[in-house]
């Protein structure tokens, strides 16, 4: 599995949901033999269509079909909106139809995480809306075991559904401690089950 990877695929607005990404990928990473690839996805407009340039300006390039379908293992992130998944993320898991189709993704293992500027804004909801299509595609959904400390230690982000993150009304907190690990512990194991999966030992 040297090629393996993981997808860490996210939306991100003011920059948090990226920073959790970075560290879900580095979790992944501490598998050995497991890469991550992490991809975001364009802003949608109004009438639910691309609006975003073809190639982001900065930051990680947008997600194809084929990363998609080619993934050992798939987490998704999402700021919390209104309880629900952001749009531009949503508009995309609604273009999979084919992966649906295939079967593509069926027993992969897979997660989510999220960040609001609230602390008791929706976090856990939102996670709960990004698991279905997960399980509409057949994936194997994994949280977060009570096993890592952080989810009784944290007093912001972290949720046994998935990592999340407490920004604050000016998304002035940056990832705490517990929210790190909980990030890297979920990408660690979401890489973990993708080698068991595929009949590789962790």
Known sequence: MSDAYVLVLYYS????????????????E????????IRTVPEVSPATEASDPVVPEDGAIYCSQDDLKHCAGL?????TRFGNMAAALKYFL??????????????????????SSSLHGGQEATLMTMLVPLLHHG???????????????????????????????NNQHDLS???????????????????RLNGENP
């Open 13 to 28: 607005r003011h920059g948090k949901t990226a920073d959790m990404a970075r560290q879900i990928a580095r979790g992944v």
């Open 94 to 115: 609604e273009t999979t139809t084919n992966q649906w189709l295939t079967g593509a993704l069926i027993d992969k293992p897979a997660s989510a995480f999220t960040s």
């Open 177 to 195: 401690r517990e929210e790190i690990a909980l990030c890297r512990a979920q990408g660690k194991r979401i890489a973990s089950l993708a080698q």
């Open 139 to 169: 994936m194997i959904y994994a949280g977060i075991p009570y096993s890592e400390a952080g989810l009784s230690a944290t007093q912001s982000g972290g949720t046994p559904y998935g990592a999340s993150h407490w920004s604050g009304q």
């Open 30 to 37: 501490q598998v050995s033999g497991m890469q991550a690839r």
């Open 75 to 79: 987490i998704i992130g999402s700021p």
